[in-house]
């Protein structure tokens, strides 16, 4: 008998219900606010800075987390440009945000689901925290449910992101480890 494991990060699923919603959608700004919401995700997923950047009004604002860490608030083209360049590096973009809420609005979308981020073991040594396996091709496991409004300007770019978690993701993550076959390959 062959056991198979589910996958605990595909990357893919994170838009799956935003895609899903899309199908459905008749209202032309709705669908066109989908869309804007799926290509920020995929180009994030892809590590495509150009693509994501290009999904973000001029001058974006971006609340993430706790108010009292000024990396996470970006603001401005170049800030933003500049926490994406080291999202992008810190090599944790495999993520899945298993969205099991959705709301869509002329101006916002809302998803809220639990997240799972791949961190990898020297990305987690550089910020301070203790693993046993420090190299970039060792990930553990961050998690949280996490609340996402996605505030969009009239044209369709998103003007911002404003985060919303219920508990610390890097709370225990040295015992989270995760396993060859753990992670999807992208698709999309």
């Known amino acids: 008998m062959t056991v198979t494991r589910d ?12 895609e899903k919603r899309l ?12 869309e804007a919401v799926i290509a920020h995700q995929k180009a994030e997923a892809h590590g495509d800075l150009e693509a994501l950047m290009a999904t973000l009004a001029p001058e974006p604002v971006y609340r993430l987390g706790a108010p009292d860490n000024p990396r996470l608030h970006p603001r401005g083209t170049e800030s933003v440009r500049a926490y994406y360049g080291a999202f992008v590096a810190s090599g944790a973009t495999q993520l899945v945000h298993d969205i099991d809420r959705l709301a869509v609005d002329r101006n916002l ?19 301070g925290i203790e693993v046993d396996d420090k190299s970039a091709d060792a990930f553990y496991l961050y998690e949280s449910r996490m609340s996402i409004v996605w505030v969009i300007d009239d044209e369709g770019r998103i003007i911002g992101e404003e985060s919303y978690t219920d508990r610390n993701g890097f709370e225990g993550i040295a015992g989270r480890r995760l396993q060859e076959g753990d992670i999807a390959p992208l698709r999309a």
């Open 23 to 34: 199908a459905d959608e008749r209202d032309p700004v709705l669908r066109r606010n989908l």
């Open 7 to 18: 996958v605990v990060i595909d990357p893919n699923q994170t838009w799956a219900p935003l």
């Open 109 to 127: 979308i809302l998803t809220d689901g639990t997240i799972r981020i791949a961190y990898p073991g020297a990305t987690l040594t550089a910020m």
